[in-house]
């Protein structure tokens, strides 16, 4: 039987439950890739349902149409130019008002659409009533009521989707008219834009034309150039005579038609008693309460995840090393077995035995936070503090991540708007201790030396990082963006979406790291098997003997550290013999080992991540930097601490 | 009376009158922002996300709270809780009655 194909993207604002209703939808059956060329998301997946499979494509969430960020390009390209069966409007009743905004913009590209008028039970709860009957006879589209997070109403959401689709459903969407002045001249330009035979309805060219976006100009400008000269003429005009930029005018014009129809279908009733949530939010966000919470809260994540993360990655380690005799007497010890065995092998358990027992709760830990609105919080308290080096309070959620690893750390710079910042951002985080490091502070310092010793090197890398941050925010050009975000309210995150974010990261860490870590980890054990290892430890003595006072065998470790930072630790172990560190290395030594490995460069799989997202030439000079720094820390700290007499 | 949004007190609201984005705040709290303000395009850009997230002109919003240390402020705009950070919002002012 061959199935009738279908498309419909969902589009909306960002925390409006997309997501949510993307998962419910598809379930099982998804695919996260990047949109062509971009480093956009583009999350896609199908569904079955009255006999038609279904392609169901869940767009970025953004507050417009605009060509100002990547996320609205590729948006507007993809509604305007691909050209799905139906788009499904997805707005957050609690936010009508604000949410229209987007309609309005959906409206004017001409697509077929439908609204899913979600989180209803949360407006409920805020005291909004809207009356969807008239809402859906203002806007002239269906309006369909639900709570996806409870399933509620999606089943009337496809099925009116259908409807609309097999025309049994005739949509009559309302006309977005402007101001007289503006209208005039609207349609003007949409006569000639007629003729020009662009991607986009005619209308909508002309209203973004005198909105002055870029992109629409250089397209109208390569089919006839006459428009964009008589647009530029008509713009002067409106802004002559009424003193305000022609897009400011065209913007406060939209958001009073939303302004209307909202007025029209909602009734605002505030509870007398403030809700759970409103509560929670006073005393997350309060202005003296709202830090100690703030660090005790994320403490309290930190050490659940490694007291749990300890026990399970020890168990998982006698489970793959009960391996190794089987593999042994499979493979024989002789030089081919030591390289799939140690080089391939160990490499995959050791990449297993990080991201499993420590990555993964720590992203589902992230994400629950992300999910009940306490992240916006964290940014919110936290801007001013970001602001210092150059970032927003946005930062502090990459930053956040990288104390897991500093792979997905760097691929989540691009939450942030500017390339600079994405910059300035993943910079930071990569000076972050991730999993790996951490393993290597406590098991090295916290254990031989004392706690408050690994304590305060957690302190003092705070401190690098801030007045890194602080430099490099001052050397690199470009201006910094204002933090500009939606609070979302609190609520309960759901699990569901909160899985499969925790899941993709990790398959995304799993595609970017791990095929590194094999391939190096095989290339050091060749090297180890061919005996350089004492010749480059014998080049390297000079900066780690001399300068560093360590062990010359530790450049060897070092060099493994590339591969994964705490193959230090595990390397320093093997080459001395003993793990118990005390009876080879004086305090002071343990200390400036840790601190290298603390700050010298981020692992293969991170500089892949920085590659990926900066190219060659930005990760090279992170690279070069971090090593450099690292040793010149090292090295000032072991003459410091001599001096002291610690 | 004529104010930045960063004067207004919590729970005070007001009406957009203009937004200043390629000037200088009235005050010295946006000093670190002021130097980098100059590029025309990144002028345009902050403006039309203001604009997306519903301030324009003649717009009412509500200050609910800032954060402390001279953070970002809260606010309340067509419905919609909005963090701005405190450089931005001395740059938008509102219409008070007093």
Redesign the interface.
Known sequence: MTQKKLVIALAGNANVGKSVIFNYLTGLHQHIGNWPGKTVERAEGTLHFKGYMIDVLDLPGI??L?T?SIEELVSREYIAVERPDLVINVVDA?????NL?FTLQLIELETPMIIALNQMDMAERKG?EIDVEKLENILGIPVVPTVAIKGKGLFELLKEALDVIEGRVKTKPMEVRYGKEIEERIKKIARMVEKAKLRYPPRYVAVKLLE?DEEIKREVNKADPQIVATTENLTREVEAAHG?AC???I??ER??I??CI?RETQRFVPPIKPTMEERMDAIT?H??L?YPIMIISLLAVFYSIFTVGDYAAGLLEELFYGWKPIFESLLGVGVAGKLIWGGILEGFIAGILVALPYIAPFYFMLYVLEDSGYL?RI???M??VM?KIGL??KAFIPLMLGYGCNVPACLGCRIMETERERFLAAFATTLIPCAARTVIIFGLVGEFIGIQWALMLYLINLLVIFVLGRLAFKILP??????????P?YRMPHLKTVLKETWFRLEELIKVAFPLIIVSSLAVKLLEVTGILGPIAAILSPITVTWLGLPAIAGVTLIFGVLRKELTLIMLATLLGTTDFAQVLTPIQMVVFTLVTMFYIPCIATIAALIKEFGWRRALIITVFEIAFAIFTGGMALRLLTMLGI | MELPLTALKNGESGIITS?NIGGEGRHGMGR??KH????RY?T???????????L????KVTVL?S??????L?VN????????????AERIFVRVER
């Open positions: 507050y417009s605009s100002f609690s936010v009508l008002e604000r905004l909004v002055g305000h897009t400011t005018l913007a406060s958001c009073e939303a302004g909202t966000t202005r003296i709202g916006s940014a919110f308290l801007d001013n602001h927003h309070g470009g201006e910094p963006t204002a933090l500009i975000m939606e609070m309210d | 937004i670190q922002f980098h303000m100059g590029s990144h345009m850009r902050l403006e039309k996300r203001l604009m997306d997230m519903g324009t002109l003649g717009t709270r954060a402390p240390f001279h953070g970002p809260e705009a067509r419905g919609a809780r909005l963090i701005l950070g405190r450089g931005m």
